[in-house]
């Protein structure tokens, strides 16, 4: 399995820096790691600086961001990844500072990756300074960073050097009860021990019967099915399933059809659009309190 880490965080808040540092501690710790990053705009000065750190396999996705080139399009990217770069053992994978951290987690949760991607969890860069100022974005921009913050499964709390102590115990305390799960640091520059990450992302996200990812508020499991589905049935089990789930994708297997198909849920709706081959059964569920999700086939 290779460890997958999101890194979210708002715009000019440090991400690529910590990027850097990650990449090349998982470097001199001897293993291979890579990256997916995508950006706004056409040029991607980002993916410059980390090639320019070395050897590190690198996919970038050019105009738009994670969430919105669409999930498709960062299946393709990861499965090009991973067929071109078998030894990879770490993926980080920086989201745009544009994007929602379930929207870009939602991108990597593909039931074709359920055996490969160990997703460990998001690692989000809190701009301290910014923090303080937060006010001045408009209302939209300011919510997608506090969301940023809420979904974080670790906290790197940056550019503390732009504070007073007073100011950066203030935000500090701030931070950490808007999200009280994800452990913290204050760092200049982003610079973090990886091997500090790895643990504490691992015990702020305690395994669930998780397959793949897990964590705090936002989880995910994969069930499996070994005998098709019958259509009506499994839709009525999907109305009957709680808010906390926001979004379900996977390949199945229905009744009555050659052909898998592949199914969405978002918002409450669901989508089924029908392949052109056979794919084993299995749904990813994304949301939050997933453990006592089971779904039991109509006999
Ligand atoms: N003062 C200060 N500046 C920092 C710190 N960390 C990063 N910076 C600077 O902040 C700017 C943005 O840093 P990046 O690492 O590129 O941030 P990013 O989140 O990748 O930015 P985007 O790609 O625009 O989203 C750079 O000019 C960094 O040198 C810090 O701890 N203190």
């Not at 809190?126 to 997608?144: E, F």
């Not at 709706?269 to 081959?277: D, F, G, Q, S, T």
């Not at 990813?284 to 453990?291: A, D, H, K, N, S």
């Amino acid at each position: 399995m290779i460890d997958v880490y999101l890194l979210s965080g708002f715009l000019g808040s440090g991400k690529t820096s910590l990027l850097v540092n990650l990449v090349d501690q998982v470097k001199e710790s001897g293993r291979q790691p890579a990256v997916l990053m995508n950006e706004f705009g056409e040029l991607n000065i980002d993916s410059q600086i980390v090639e320019d750190a070395g050897e590190v396999p690198l996919k970038e996705l050019l105009n738009g961001c994670i969430c919105c080139t669409g999930a498709e399009s960062t299946e393709a990217q990861l499965q090009g990844l991973l067929a071109d770069y078998p030894e990879i053992d770490v993926l980080f994978i920086e989201t745009t500072g544009a994007a929602h951290p379930v929207e870009a987690l939602d991108a990597v949760y593909s039931p074709l990756f359920a055996e490969k991607l160990d997703v460990k969890g998001i690692v989000t860069v809190v701009d301290a300074k910014r923090w303080i100022d937060r006010d001045k974005l408009s209302p939209r921009i300011q919510a997608l960073f506090l969301e940023q913050v809420r979904h974080a499964h670790f906290m790197v709390l940056n550019k503390t050097d732009l504070l007073t102590d007073n100011q950066l115990a203030f935000v500090t305390m701030q931070v950490t009860q808007f999200n009280s799960y994800a452990p913290l640091v204050q760092t200049m520059n982003a610079k973090v021990d990886f091997s500090y990450v790895e643990k504490m992302v691992n015990v702020a996200a305690p395994k669930q019967s998780v397959t793949t990812g897990s964590g705090l508020p936002l989880v995910s499991k994969v069930l499996s099915f070994d005998a098709p589905i019958n259509q009506e049935h499994f839709e009525d089990w999907v109305r009957t399933l709680p808010d906390s789930v926001y979004r379900m994708k996977g390949y199945i297997q229905l009744e009555g059809s050659r052909y898998s198909h592949l199914f969405q849920y978002a918002y409450g709706m669901v989508n089924w659009i029908p392949e052109y081959m056979q794919i084993p059964s299995k749904l990813v569920i994304i949301g939050e309190q997933l453990t006592d999700i089971e779904y039991s086939p109509k006999n």
